[in-house]
């Protein structure tokens, strides 16, 4: 990626996820479809805005979905609730309903898909390039 990325701040709400996953790929393209407002930027867990923000223990596992958001760190199905909540709409609601369900609950789901991924919806050589209409909402 390129050194132009834009600037990131506390307030940001950052989607990091395993650049060369394919189901993390579709969900970021679902995301980025359903977020009319653009309110989250995206980041690769293998690139350098995750290096500086997620622990290395959470980075280096790359079957964990991250969202930051508001200087807080959330995980897996932790992360994916609130980041349904942050594009709003009936996304808040449904975000809603998946906070209501007990984490532990939750993650053994989150799990068992992210175990099975790479072999459902394959892997691929490098992290995920944006277009150049999608490269504002993109970080390093």
């Given at each position: 990626m390129s050194n132009t990325a834009p600037e990131y701040t506390e307030q940001d709400a950052i989607v990091f996820f395993d650049g060369v996953c394919g189901l993390c790929n579709h969900t970021i393209n679902f995301l980025m479809s359903r977020d009319s407002r653009s309110v989250l930027k995206y980041a690769p867990l293998q690139g350098e805005t995750a290096a500086n923000l997620v622990p290395d223990t959470v980075r280096h596992d790359l079957n964990t979905f991250v969202f930051a958001n508001r200087g807080r760190l959330h995980y897996r199905s932790?992360?994916?609730?609130?980041?349904?909540?942050?594009?709003?709409?009936?996304?808040?609601?449904?975000?809603a309903m998946l906070w209501l369900i007990p984490w532990p609950?939750?993650?053994?789901?989150?799990?068992?898909?992210?175990?099975?991924?790479?072999?459902?919806?394959?892997?691929?050589?490098?992290?995920?390039?944006?277009?150049?209409?999608?490269?504002?909402?993109?970080?390093d």
């Open positions: 932790g992360a994916m609730a609130r980041i349904l909540m942050r594009i709003g709409g009936a996304w808040r609601i449904l975000g609950l939750r993650d053994v789901g989150y799990r068992i898909v992210s175990s099975l991924r790479y072999r459902l919806f394959g892997k691929r050589e490098s992290c995920r390039l944006p277009t150049p209409e999608e490269r504002s909402r993109f970080l």
